[in-house]
């Protein structure tokens, strides 16, 4: 079975790393994420730029150099950030901007309209919300209307899942990533949105699946195994994440 990781973090003490809300991250370098995935088929995958991490770039770029060009980035920027910077990240590997509105560390959400229409415009990103989907109202009549957003790690709660199905009936994403920190039912929520849109759901590890209630494990690709039928699995583990960070 082949393996787009939508969703993994590269945490490498070279680097800055940023305490946020009292937290610090364990490291877990290239070699971690190797060593923990060598059993899978992974043939590419995002490297998410975590609150932790700020706007530094430079881990990114390290780690998309070290992995190759089959991985790309998802990174944290100021909206201040210029259009040679972001010609040059492009031109480097990273394919999305991230808002993460749970944890901070990124740009405010109330640029969001400005920049996600400048990065797809400029580069062809998309960007990428981390957060709870109870908070969607607030904010969906600009979601909806921007050209390209997914949401990480199925919105997260079940009290907001009705709000981000009606997103996704808008052609908005959603990462099945990070079951161990999510407050649904798995299955339920998986089938419930391939229903609406089958090249919506993207999986990814979530490795090393850091602040989570419980990390990333093989039984995880197992629920989707058991949920959907094979050509199902190809679009949730391969095609639709493929396309979406390298065809979009």
Not at 95 to 112: M, Q, W, Y
Request: charged residues 20%.
């Amino acid at each position: 079975m082949q393996i787009f990781d939508a969703h993994l973090h590269i945490i490498d003490f070279n680097f800055p790393i940023i305490e946020n809300q009292g937290y610090i991250p364990p490291q877990y370098t290239i070699e971690h994420y190797q060593n923990d995935t060598a059993q899978l088929n992974i043939l590419g995958g995002a490297i998410v730029s975590g609150s932790f991490q700020g706007f530094d770039q430079n881990y990114l770029l390290h780690a998309l150099k070290q992995l190759g060009p089959s991985f790309c980035g998802v990174t944290q920027l100021p909206y201040t950030v210029t259009d040679d910077e972001l010609l040059s990240l492009n031109e480097h590997g990273v394919k999305a901007l991230r808002f993460n509105i749970k944890r901070g560390g990124s740009e405010d959400i109330s640029k969001l309209d400005y920049f996600a229409r400048r990065v797809y415009e400029l580069v062809g990103w998309h960007c990428e919300l981390y957060i709870d989907s109870i908070d969607l109202p607030e904010i969906s009549h600009v979601i909806e209307s921007l050209p390209a957003i997914s949401i990480d790690h199925l919105g997260l709660s079940q009290d907001g899942l009705p709000h981000l199905l009606k997103l996704v009936e808008k052609g908005v994403r959603v990462k099945a990533t990070g079951f161990g920190r999510v407050d649904l039912t798995v299955p339920k929520t998986l089938n419930a949105i391939y229903e609406i849109n089958p090249d919506a759901l993207m999986f990814g590890t979530d490795l090393p699946s850091t602040r989570a209630k419980r990390p990333f494990e093989f039984g995880d690709i197992e629920i989707i195994q058991q949920n959907f039928d094979e050509q199902a699995c190809e679009k949730i583990f391969y095609t639709n994440a493929l396309n979406w960070y390298f065809n979009c």
